[in-house]
């Protein structure tokens, strides 16, 4: 039996599960899984991945493919480039003259052999996908955060009427406007009696959704 393996080929020290199993050698989704895993703040650094195919009953690797790299630009040995020049000198790298070399710049300068099968991948698709699935995510929330604030303001709109027509004035929420104890206005949802936080706040939410909602419209008209 044969099994489909992908490896992320991470260059920080953030720790990852690198190595996991796949149906197919789907490029598209290991791109997106790779730029998904990157992430500066834990020091996990993708510069790339390849596939293999391993032998189950034996564990001996069948099949590989080159490297699958998400950025890089590629220079054939002795080309001067100064990167190289110190990346050489600073890791007494040694490269024979007409080996094409891939310099990375992210997260620091890295120089590699850059062989036949290996390839530069286009991640601006992917990338796209991955934020439109961002800007889904966050659309749904924001639309369910709305509904709940507009519940929680009328519920506490409707215990202030409540309390009013049951004459119980002392289990209204006061708070003072000023130094004297006098004024005092409804602190409702802990506006210290300042109603109109409500209407920004319900205002700059629906306009985010009107925007994101815009951003999806036309990324799918583009995509038509």
Not at 112 to 136: C, F, H, M, P, S
Not at 145 to 168: A, G, M, P, T
């Amino acid at each position: 039996m044969t099994q489909s393996f992908v490896q992320y080929l991470n260059v920080g020290l953030g720790l990852i599960n690198n190595t996991e199993p796949v149906s197919e050698w789907n490029i598209d989704e290991a791109i997106e899984a790779a730029l998904t895993l990157d992430d500066s703040t834990m020091d996990v650094q993708i510069i790339g991945f390849r596939f293999y195919d391993i032998e189950t009953t034996t564990n001996n690797v069948i099949r590989r493919s080159g490297i699958y790299y998400l950025s890089g630009e590629i220079f054939t040995f002795p080309k001067v480039d100064q990167d190289i020049t110190n990346f050489m000198k600073n890791t007494n790298a040694d490269f024979p003259r007409g080996q094409q070399l891939i310099k990375i710049m992210k997260p620091y300068c890295l120089v590699y052999r850059y062989n036949d099968d290996d390839t530069i991948v286009d991640t601006a698709a992917v990338l796209a996908k991955i934020q439109g699935k961002k800007e889904q995510e966050r659309l749904i929330q924001l639309k369910q955060d709305i509904i709940q604030y507009k519940n929680d303001l009328l519920q506490e709109l409707k215990n202030v009427c409540d309390s009013i027509e049951n004459s119980s004035y002392h289990t209204i929420d006061l708070v003072e406007l000023d130094a004297t104890g006098y004024p005092k206005a409804l602190n409702i949802l802990n506006d210290n009696g300042d109603f109109g936080k409500h209407i920004e706040h319900l205002r700059n939410t629906r306009l985010e959704i009107l925007t994101i909602e815009k951003k999806l419209n036309n990324g799918a008209e583009e995509q038509a």
